[in-house]
Structure formats: C-alpha cells, structure tokens
C-alpha cells in the first residue's frame, strides 16, 4: 500500500470535508438561537453560486463578486427566516421543517428556470495547476478553498464574541428566555442567525464552483453530508465540525478509491446512523439536561 498515494487521497478529500463543515457551521447558527435548521440550506448554496456567477458574466470583478454573493446569500436567508421559520417558531410549532424545504424545492425550480438545467463552469483567477508539496499534489485552488472556510468561520466567530449584537447572538443562544428579559429581541437576533447561515451557504458555493461547476443539483449530495458532520460533530459544538468534516472528507476519498465509487456516501451516512443510535447530541455535543 503505497503510503503518498494514502497521503493524497486524505488530502485531498479533508479539503472536500471542509465545505461539508461550512455548510454544517450554517446548520449550528440558526440552531444556536431558534433551535431550527433551514432544510433548503443546499438551494441558498447553490442560488448563491448561480447569483455569483451572473456577476461575473455581467463583468463585476472577482474580488467585488465575493461580497455581492455573499450579501445575496445574508438576503436568501433573511427571506426564508421571515418566510418559513418566523411563524411557525411563534406558534411554537415544527412548521418550519416543511416550509424550508418548500421553500428549497422553489429555489430550485426557480434556479431551472432563470439559468436553465445544465451545468456550467465557474471562472476562477486562482491557479489549478498542481504543486508537488511532500510527495502530495495540491493546487492552489484547493487551498483557498481551506482559506476561504477558516476566514469565513473565523470572521464570523469574532463578530459573535466582540460586538454587541454578536453579544445578543450568544446570549439568546445560551438562554432565549432570560436574553429577553434583559431586552434582547430574540426575533432579531434568529433573524441575523438566518442572515449569517445565508452568507456562509454562499460562501460555499462560491468555494465550491470551481471545482464542481456551478448547476441546480450541484448543492444536492452536499448538504446530505453536511447534515451528517453537523449531526455527528453536534449541532452546538461550535468549530467541532471541522474535524468531523475533515475525517468524513477523508474516509469518503480513501472509500472511493479502494472499493469503488459507488461507496462514496457510505461512510457519511454510517457516522449519522452511529451517531443517532449511540450518541445523539454528537461527539462534541453538550448533553441535555432535563428537569424532572
């Protein structure tokens, strides 16, 4: 078993797992403060791609391409917040769970119609030319892919933690009730958790279209396997599911290339079944405590 050949395949495919970390990251957000998830998450990828592409297809530079993606994307998830979630939390109900996915089956019949069904490429001004680094070939490509999810990560954690209304994001994430009495508006701050999920959707298409090219179902195995490192890394375990998303990534390439591609989604959806059976609130999850 050659040993550079292992190194490449584990590489490689943490890159990949890193996107399903970003997308998960944007599950962990709105989770934190409305104990929701939006299900259509993968559309708001994908629309953002599609979004950020006609910019630069209009001639909008790439480096003024990035913000406009992702303010579209802060925009998408306002709207499914105050068209889907709003609601349906006020009458303390599950209604959000069919009206997001509604809500992502319109994006994507919408996304058919604007910009057609095929697939198109997403010009890059970054390099894809290989560079032999320890045996390993990487490109540039990919690594502003990991530069790209650790800024994005990163950014938004310091805004949580060093101003006011990142303030008000963590103190309705740790208590809605008693962050209300103390007169934070908790349907603000769910709405900027649905602003910020947005954005980091965005940025992941924007990451990810190089690569993949940029089409209607390009966001559809994603957020399957988004939704497995989320589940398996804990939906309030912060920057837990970068591991999970590095380790699914990796055992997803090696799995491809050892048994087949055909097993590619296996190894996600074994962690979810394992991580639903014997440890429901994640590896890195906080257990709930229940007053009886």
């Known amino acids: 078993m050659n040993i550079e050949i292992i190194a490449q395949m584990v590489v490689s495919g943490a890159l990949m797992g890193l996107v399903y970390a970003l997308i998960a990251y944007g599950f962990q957000l709105t989770y934190a403060t409305s104990k929701s998830i939006n299900f259509g998450q993968g ?75 095929d697939d198109r490429p997403f010009p890059t001004p970054i390099s ?82 190089p690569i993949t090219t940029v089409g209607p179902t390009m966001a559809s195995a994603l957020i399957l396997k988004a939704f497995a490192v989320a589940v398996v890394a804990g939906l309030d375990s912060g920057f837990g599911v970068v591991l999970v998303g590095i380790v699914l990534g990796a055992l997803e390439s090696l799995t491809s290339f050892y048994i087949g591609s055909g097993w590619r989604e296996a190894p996600g959806l074994v962690l979810l079944i394992l991580a639903l059976a014997v440890r429901p609130n994640g590896v890195f999850g906080k257990a709930t405590i229940r007053k009886v």
């Open 43 to 117: 559309e708001l990828v994908m629309l953002s791609a599609f979004f950020s592409l006609t910019l630069l297809n209009i001639g909008v530079p790439y480096w003024l391409m990035v913000p406009g993606g992702l303010l579209f994307g802060a925009a998408l998830g306002l709207l499914v917040e105050r068209a889907g979630v709003r609601l349906a939390l006020q009458q303390k109900s599950e209604g959000w769970i069919l009206l997001t996915i509604i809500l992502g089956l319109l994006g994507f019949s919408s996304a058919e119609n604007i910009w057609g069904r």
């Open 128 to 209: 894809s030319d290989a560079l032999h680094v320890f045996g390993i070939n990487i490109t540039p490509l990919e690594i502003s892919v990991a530069i790209g999810v650790f800024a994005i990560m990163g950014l938004v954690e310091l805004f949580k933690r060093n101003t006011l209304l990142g303030k008000a994001f963590e103190a309705v994430s740790a208590d809605r009730d008693a962050a209300e009495l103390m007169g934070i508006s908790a349907t603000r701050t769910i709405m900027l958790s649905y602003g910020l999920s947005g954005m980091v959707a965005a940025m992941a298409g924007i990451l990810i279209s």
